[in-house]
């Protein structure tokens, strides 16, 4: 279990880097970051280019024993290129250019930036290959599936539209535009989204279409950079760190090109009012180990308070540096790399606080982060671990994407659908993968399958397959309702899914913000939000009904038996202690082990080696935690994590 | 009483269309709208033109006694135009071309959009004269004001200007330009409102012309297809589908030039937390019958939970697809059209729900929808039957135009002054007219004129009249503010009315949000808000007093007797129990009967045939009524309207 | 204690302007400022100057004895010259031209309208040099340090960088360019700050030098204009009115070169619900006095409610007319202008209201003012007389911008924090200037030194050497935080205080609107919000502890002996319990009188004369107080204002 931390030489005086490196070696940092961003330091004019200061830093750093990740500073390219290639900068949906200045303004389709791109990345890693220091590449930064307007990204979408539907015609008929008079009699009418309509004005199938193609299109940059990379500097790992934002690549696709998961970590210093949102990050987590379904590294991990891009939060209370970082190895990380060694004292991101502050005086949270550097180095034995789940989650962009296209109702949000279904797991303590709904899931016991909106026929037929040899399923509502295209289907909901839930929807209602009590079969009360379908079983029984309302006494959750398998509808979007009782439920079905006497905000999670069985127990409150886990009594403080380790 | 659904063939494959129209026969249905948006399919290439498909789905329903509403698809011109002509796109306020992508985008006075609209027009007007199943036109879909701002418009706009004041030297008088030296020296400096500036920034008179000019535009151009379908299809009634929005022309002048008003109607679903808010769509209906104080219809109905240009909302509950359209029977419609057949399973409206659901299997609001057609069968009686009302609420654009400028206080909007009053009629059981100000009303007994803002002449001259031969007027606050220009009038408020009102306003405090108690000369408590008119009784008596703040004491409601009539004015923005007594006293001077015990949101309204009076009582709330009417005691469910008929 | 109003002849028909001047004469109005915003009467042509209308005004009130003040209506050029030059108008952030429409809109650079200022201003200053009548100058109006992003303007601002850094080498090193690759390898990269990005995400330093920029540059024109006027009309003193705005000028600077401060008051005519934020206009009058340590007048006082660039708001209650303009006097002015004598009938401000409504007919407000007229008169013992403070509360606009860049935390304003202290003085009845941070401040007792968050070595200093004296200097949370450039310093904080202030922030937490509780040595509870240094003592005594949260026990408020002087440290944002305690005990060690007993929102405040002392007690409370002043007890209405007169 590597410790590392993100530095950015460039940012301080020379007389700096050696004292730097010698606390980094001493407090038992392995692993530093650097470059990503220092295009104008490697290449200070055109074609003019610089790596002694890099080789000296790396040198500082190899000396000590201490490995690099390198970055490659494509997301910035110099002011003298924007200069000479004006043009070369995204254009945003307003149709104008957006303005240098902060960073990440380049159009990644842009033919001359991809020609500088290339020659700054081969020499980089030309220079490096054969480089022992050199653990690692980073490619760019935090890539976006970027929607970028320009008439070259125009054409570009134009063009992966031709080769995907060959005709207009055919086009037309996919995307429904018949509609408003929306049919394209030439290709030269078709036009990437951009003006000031909301998402869900426009045609979903074409702004589906156009996410992906957004998401693909980063995904060639990427896999161009890392082959790049490859044929210059052949033998050392290439990724990118990836991060949570509005507009994201398909991570799946994204990291099949790349040879590990990288993403960057920043759970919440300030506990959200709600404690059932805290434990989003450990969905996260596990949402990012599931894109390999390996070990992945922290790329950037909370070293302080953050802000600049927001007014300053709170700092991390006591046990936070600690406790989340170990919350990342019990969830998969092998490797994490701390934002940053140091606070910038320059430009626009000073106060998005690293592990030193301005003043340079280790205080507290340095403090914490070195004591957090020795645990990681007693962790030594996990390496090679696995975390097994007999459950999992399915992911899907086309529905992340059609989801942002088209709200469903006031307050309903698909990553909080999952995390809501996650939260349920970590609340029994069942490890959890989240994977993609493209993968082979045969191998789990419980498949939770939320919202499974845009129907790829390959996907449900997997999930039948699952279920009819005996899986799990796990149902919601919003599912079956678009074609590939994001076309409503003509069938009674939930489509292709209605003979597995052996339901049919007879109505639904979008209710918002409202509430709706539910009431189980043994009487249990519950409440629902957002969604309900009025459900008519066909052959499911009756697990829960709604009680209010118009429909009191249709059913709300059922359970279907399928061939040999199980399969759960849950028609609302209910409150936490329905998704426990459900999830409760199933893994008694599939035979799971769960703790169910957990305290609130106590995560547990296990780890398993060859020989050893690692429970890692996590208080993610802000008040001391008192667990019992087979018969063994821990005590918890705020952000504590303990690892129990027993026989497998 | 009329059925009738909107359909759009074009969206569905072939071989649902003799399916559809059997389905729709059998229900009960008898009018389709259909067309529309249509264009791309009736003029696929420039000067193409192809009806085969309209003429097999009109003889579909022709033959199974289904009558059709034609709407010209000038809404939507085909992309093929778009391409030819990239500049016939409106401009916004920012001086941005609009990007093509929903729908509406047309600029109405582009040359080149006007000479292949009319070339549409008259090909389909001639291809369906004679036509026995083309029951009825409609013009284009929902038009607006339209605020273009390209050059042409700005042209156009000059010319109304140059028009109106011959000189620029006029101009400038009238809207006193000298304020911050606005005033023009030529008539090129004259620009329409355009930029990032909020309307209340900008000179008032201006901004009224421009309102009177964008709505002058567009019916221009809505006439102008009126004469074109005239011409080459004579004898079939014309019309358009008007609706709410924020630049509505001016219905009034609008519909001049058509044979009879058309309404899309949508209620809401989900009940507003303030009960009081429930009724405005019955301020809605009367306010269309007003417009050419006949009956009217429908043309789009609510069918089921809207959406797509917001998140899906609430499916209408038991009894609203049924009730919400008899409401519009007791409100004068005679034809009610419902949107939609079917949701849509293509395009950016697929969430605003038709009748059927996108799986196409009849349901819960089918059903009710079903029984809705024959209730309107059984009320053929009805046909032309009249509204008799005695009482009118006066209803000018001019103030429509003019408070959306200048808002007066925050919180105070035109439309909801008008609803208080109207609501209180309602609560009354009073049938009510609302018409517009330039009306002769003088068949009315009581005229309710709020908010007369914006003074003509000609209509303060007709109310002194109406009121002095034995009328009841009530007035106001922030009547006689301004002259026909929209500059302040100097002179004490409320102006050209102080004589009627005997009282004057000696001072006035918008005090927004905040509340203000009431009191009346027998001692009842009400509460005001929003605007508090400081009176000075100059003969009237006063009513209702102030008992809060500094003017405690002070006058805020008062009546005057005027020659032979009665003026009440309303100084303050009451609650519901104020409006509601003064409407009690006000129908009590004219001798009015009204129902005085009816129980919260149960209204009454009556329709008057040669030999019957019928009386609609609807329970507009979602709790089931008890209600006595004339000694007859009715149990109304939520949203059930039932039907006394008597004698007159 | 001059009263005058503001009056726009060309608004109103001629034969007002003799009935005007006769009520304003015998109301006792002593000035009338006039012709800003008339450039279009004054040069109705290009070239042609018409001055007979104003002539005759200033003549009419002249043999009234009434004096003007002449606006130059450089705010407003006529359309004849935005038509001759469409692009003199002003570039806004996102690179388009603002649109005329209102006022305000030229851009200040433009030669051409440079051109033209400079032809009027001199064309009326010497029109009117030697005309007894006119008292003085008024420049423009409401200058703003406007961000114009036309190309004129950006040339402008690379040209003062190139003055004050020479080479782009010395700039990438001011700004800390290196991050994010942003170096410029040439002048032609450096762009002003425009486009779509919050300030808080571009580079802090090139954001400080643009804001310093853009003062500088209106200063420029600030006072080219008074050097105009001065050459055509020596003699007559120049000023402007200046308010508080998003992007102020630095009106230290602004006003060194006119002749007195001018300043626009409009206290808030509806209470702020919060009764701690009533007091902020005080504020604003202390500062606006600082400006120069000097009487200054109100070019702009509060006549009615305002409106128009919002909602209309509450009308001034009884006592606000007077009170607040007594307020003033109290806090140093000695000459109030009224805007505006009769509420505008045409244009977009006819919602702002003056003394006399649109109905001309004096009213309950006029009558007031008349009231105060007298007053005004009977205090004009007190021309000549003085503010004495031995409390100095320091303000700089560098801190005033840097900290509108970069938020630090959610609620945390400059000004507010400025205000709490300010608040506590009125509260102990403490006489205090709000002085610029650059001025020589020794000469007070008791200096607070609130966020010296950009650190001037100068100031720094000189505040050492005040307390070194001493004196007894109040210094808060983020001091010390920044170097002159806006970047972070490398030291622990508050930096180059820390040795002042004997004590080290240990570790800081932005808490944002969280509150805290706090402790004082007493065992007094207070609470904090906002922010929280944690402190370490280094000599400094511990008068506050947190008692909350990770740091509980920890220093939150200490003081220090420094030399001979006593140096308090405030590291929260406290309640206002907290910052009265500091008061009191930093008055008590300076030996300053205090008035402990003050009722909540009563002020009191003294002028000095050279044989008197003059207290003013002024009820600043909805409800009436009453007030123990040295023994003498008096009662006040709301806005009530009693001047109790002593020997010095």
Not at 251 to 275: G, H, I, M, S
Not at 565 to 593: F, H, N, P, Q, S
């Amino acid at each position: 279990m590597r410790i590392g931390v993100d530095y950015y030489p460039e940012h301080w005086d020379k007389s700096l880097w050696e004292q730097d490196a010698d606390l980094m070696a001493k407090t038992g940092v392995r692993l530093v970051r650097m470059a990503e961003f220092a295009w104008s330091r490697m290449e200070p004019k055109d074609g003019v280019f610089d790596f002694g200061w890099l080789d000296e830093v790396i040198r500082l750093f190899a000396d000590r024993g201490i490995s690099v990740v390198l970055g490659t500073p494509t997301a910035c390219p110099p002011l003298w290129f924007y200069e000479k290639y004006p043009d070369a900068v995204m254009v945003d949906r307003d149709g104008q250019r957006i303005r240098t200045g902060i960073r990440g303004h380049r159009c990644i389709n842009h033919p001359e930036f991809r020609r500088y791109a290339r020659r700054i990345v081969e020499h980089m890693a030309r220079h490096y290959a054969g480089n022992k220091a050199v653990a690692a590449w980073q490619i760019d930064n935090e890539l976006e599936a970027y929607h970028c307007f320009c008439d070259r990204c125009a054409d570009s979408f134009r063009g992966w539209l031709k080769e995907k539907y060959s005709t207009v015609e055919a086009l037309n008929r996919a995307y429904g535009n018949v509609v408003w008079s929306g049919e394209y009699s030439s290709w030269n009418q078709v036009q990437p989204p951009f003006g000031h309509y909301p998402d869900a004005w426009m045609n979903p199938a074409l702004m589906l279409d156009y996410n992906r193609f957004a998401s693909e299109n980063v995904i060639r940059f990427s896999s161009w950079q890392a082959s790049l990379i490859r044929r210059q500097c052949p033998g050392v790992p290439v990724t990118t760190n990836t991060w949570f934002c509005e507009h994201m690549p398909d991570f799946y696709q994204e990291f099949k090109d790349l040879d590990f998961v990288a993403y960057d970590n920043y759970p919440p210093t300030r506990l959200p009012e709600d404690p059932e949102a805290c434990v989003s990050h450990a969905f996260h987590l596990d949402l990012m180990r599931g894109v390999k379904r390996a070990p992945f590294w922290i790329m950037e991990q909370l070293s302080g308070g953050p802000g600049c891009w927001m007014p300053m939060c709170r700092m991390p209370s006591p046990g936070m540096i600690r406790g989340y970082a170990l919350q990342a190895f019990a969830h998969g990380a092998d490797t994490v790399l701390f934002f940053r060694w140091r606070t910038a004292s320059i430009g626009a991101e000073m106060h998005w606080h690293g592990l030193l502050d301005h003043s340079n005086v280790p205080g507290r949270r340095f403090t914490e982060f070195a004591n957090l550097c020795t645990t990681a180095k007693s962790l030594a034995f996990l390496q090679g671990s696995e975390i097994k789940a007999s459950v999992a989650i399915l992911f899907s962009f086309d529905n992340e994407y059609a989801f942002k296209i088209q709200p469903q109702t006031e307050g309903y949000y698909y990553f909080e659908q999952l995390q809501r279904v996650h939260r349920a797991c970590m609340e029994l303590g069942l490890n959890v993968d989240v994977v993609s709904e493209k993968e082979d899931f045969s191998g789990y016991r419980v498949v939770i399958a939320p919202e499974m909106y845009v129907t790829d026929p390959a996907v449900s037929g997997r999930l039948h397959t699952f279920a009819r040899q005996g899986g799990t399923v796990i149902l919601t509502a919003r599912s079956g309702v678009k074609d590939i295209h994001n076309n409503a289907v003509m069938s009674p909901l939930p489509g292709v899914y209605r003979d597995m839930a052996g339901a049919s929807v007879a109505e639904y209602n979008p209710i918002g913000r409202d509430q709706i009590p539910l009431i189980g079969a043994d009487g249990q009360a519950y409440r629902g939000t957002q969604w309900c379908d009025i459900l008519e079983p066909e052959g499911a029984e009756t697990l829960v009904r709604y009680d209010g309302d118009y429909y009191r006494g249709s059913a709300a959750v059922t359970r279907n038996r399928f061939d040999r398998g199980l399969v759960y509808y849950i028609g609302t979007v209910g409150d936490e202690a329905l998704y426990r009782r459900i999830l409760m439920d199933a893994a008694g079905d599939a035979g799971l082990e769960v703790y169910p006497d957990l305290p609130p905000l106590v995560e547990v999670t296990t780890r398993t080696t060859a020989d050893k069985v690692c429970c890692f127990v996590f208080n993610h409150s802000p008040e001391p935690r008192s667990v019992t886990i087979r018969g063994e009594t821990l005590s918890l403080e705020p952000f504590e994590m303990k690892i129990i380790t027993r026989n497998p």
